[in-house]
């Protein structure tokens, strides 16, 4: 009898012990090849193992070209190997996680938000795809939220050149990480003048291609930084004009150089030819 009671006892603390263990180990979200789908503006609970990553993926909007913030909240993490950080999230172009289709990371050790503009902002009607590493078992909540720029060199803010002004401008962030990316066409040639209201320090950058890497011309096209921008683009000298019925490509960019001056700065864009 004494030897029953004792195999029944060792078999029912084997068992505790086993679901006490089960219980207490993490699972990270997800996988490559089935990432966990995030709505941009709605909160998703999840996980990330130890030494692990979890995957996840979100769609922009038709009009969600810009920069996007990736919100971390009730961030908490055990076992970490790291005093300085307890989770890092790496943002990718494409659905291989490959690290020549990822466009920017970032960390976090407590609750932060992270925001996703560093050399373009994100194109409208795209997947993108969000991998996060724990550097212990960590648990979160996490939302992916349209930030305070606009456009993206994809997909830039169509403006028009015929003297309307256009009244929801708006950028994020600071000189290193933040801009707005527009476009308007030409009439007829002329010289055409850019005037804005912004209060906040701002600078534009005029460009002939839809890269937004080619300047009409450095000297006669960008602006002085400053605030109430107002430019006259004369083209490729102090006389020529813009091109009649050409695209012309816009860059408006926040003036701080770091990341404690970023801020969100609106204003009305006009563009107007001196003809006009």
């Not at 908490?76 to 300085?84: G, L, P, R």
């Not at 989770?87 to 609750?111: H, I, M």
């Amino acid at each position: 009898m004494k030897k029953l009671f004792y195999l029944l006892l060792i078999l029912t603390l084997s068992a505790s012990c086993g679901e006490e263990e089960e219980s207490g180990d993490l699972t990270s979200d997800g996988s490559a090849t089935s990432p966990v789908e995030l709505i941009v503006g709605t909160a998703k609970s999840g996980s990330v193992a130890y030494d692990d990553n979890s995957f996840y993926k979100f769609t922009t909007s038709s009009t969600g070209a810009g920069n996007y913030k990736l919100v971390v909240a009730s961030l908490a993490v055990t076992d970490s190997w790291s005093s300085s950080n307890s989770v890092r999230a790496y943002l990718y172009s494409n659905s291989s996680y490959s690290s020549s289709y990822q466009l920017e990371y970032d960390s976090c050790l407590a609750s932060c938000t992270m925001v996703f503009d560093y050399e373009d902002n994100l194109h409208a009607s795209t997947t993108y795809y969000l991998k996060i590493y724990g550097y212990g078992d960590a648990t979160y909540t996490l939302t992916v939220t349209k930030g305070g720029s606009e456009g993206s060199k994809n997909n830039p803010v169509e403006l028009t050149a015929d003297n309307e002004t256009y009244t929801s401008g708006t950028v994020e962030g600071y000189y290193y990480g933040g801009q707005s990316y527009y476009k308007f066409t030409t009439s007829g040639a002329d010289n055409y003048t850019l005037t804005m209201n912004n209060s906040d320090s701002l600078d534009c950058s005029l460009y002939s291609d839809s890269g937004f890497t080619s300047y009409v011309s450095y000297s006669y096209n960008n602006c002085t930084a400053g605030a109430n921008l107002s430019k006259t683009f004369t083209g490729t000298s102090s006389t020529a004009g813009l091109i009649a019925n050409t695209a012309y490509y816009l860059k408006i960019e926040p003036l701080g150089y770091s990341i404690t001056d970023a801020k969100t700065t609106t204003y009305s864009i006009t563009i107007a030819a001196e003809g006009n």
